[in-house]
């Protein structure tokens, strides 16, 4: 084995394992000294049984740390998609407002509503497009870059409907990411890490990722598309995103019957 070989293979351990550790560590953490009463750091589940939050931030920490390692870009597009996502999972809860997805969203602000979903979209798009400006160089990638981010974002938060379903489509869709070496591997790496971090307590029912972390999680695997690909992928990739929003309510169900 090469020695460009072994250093590859060891930045991708790196970040994979930098993510798990953060996200394990910041969820122990917060298990035993969060900001608040308990009851603002539970929520129930479809099954209507109570489950944690604090995966979700711990695992927006974490990705945002190691894609930060990757390029500073990255990390700073997923801190505020994680950040966007928690605005949502605090206000939306006090507001009581249930109501998911774009379509939902953007009717609301037709009638002059400004819920906290269309602040939590907006604010994702808006991370997700100077990103892009910085991870590329030519203007139609850096928009490219840009939908993918968000876009991948939002899909990963469209499939967080049942457990497991959002840390194992980000271990999915992450896995050939591996394949290749540079900035997109590693920063997939970084993604599966948080995703195999949480997804013992996501499965069993002990905790849930909220909008903070599938949107973190979503964040970090649409910066490893973004690295990885030239503008074919990059095409291909919003198409696939696009498309993914504008039939937003069949992917939910698709996710909820797997």
Not at 44 to 56: D, F, H, Q, S
Not at 132 to 161: P, Q, Y
Not at 194 to 207: K, T
Request: hydrophobic residues 50%.
């Amino acid at each position: 084995m090469s020695a460009q070989t072994q250093g590859a293979r060891a930045a991708l351990a790196g970040s994979f394992a930098l993510a798990a550790a953060v996200t394990r560590a910041g969820t122990a953490a917060l298990r035993l000294g969060a900001p608040g009463t308990r009851a603002r750091w539970e929520r129930k589940n479809y099954a209507g049984r109570t489950v944690e939050l604090y995966a979700g931030p711990a695992s927006a920490v974490g990705t945002a740390l190691a894609a930060a390692r990757v390029h500073p870009a990255a990390g700073a597009a997923v801190l505020a998609a994680g950040a966007c996502g928690a605005y949502d999972d605090v206000a939306g809860h006090l507001s009581g407002d249930t109501r998911r997805g774009f379509r939902a969203h953007l009717g609301a602000l037709r009638n002059g509503e400004v819920t906290s979903g269309a602040v939590k979209l907006f604010g994702i798009s808006a991370a997700g497009l100077a990103a892009g400006a910085l991870l590329k160089e030519r203007a139609l990638d850096k928009l490219l870059a840009g939908i993918v981010i968000a876009g991948t974002a939002h899909f990963v938060n469209l499939v967080d409907v049942r457990p497991g379903r959002a840390a194992g489509t980000v271990l999915a869709l992450g896995a050939p990411g591996l394949l290749r070496t540079g900035p997109g591997a590693e920063l997939s790496a970084a993604a599966m890490g948080a995703a195999a971090a949480v997804l013992p307590d996501d499965l069993g029912e002990r905790a849930m990722l909220g909008d903070t972390g599938a949107h973190a999680l979503g964040a970090t695997l649409g910066a490893a598309i973004v690295a990885g690909n030239r503008r074919t992928g990059l095409l291909a990739h919003a198409i696939a995103v696009v498309a993914a929003a504008a039939y937003e309510d069949r992917v939910t169900a698709a996710a909820c019957s797997l």
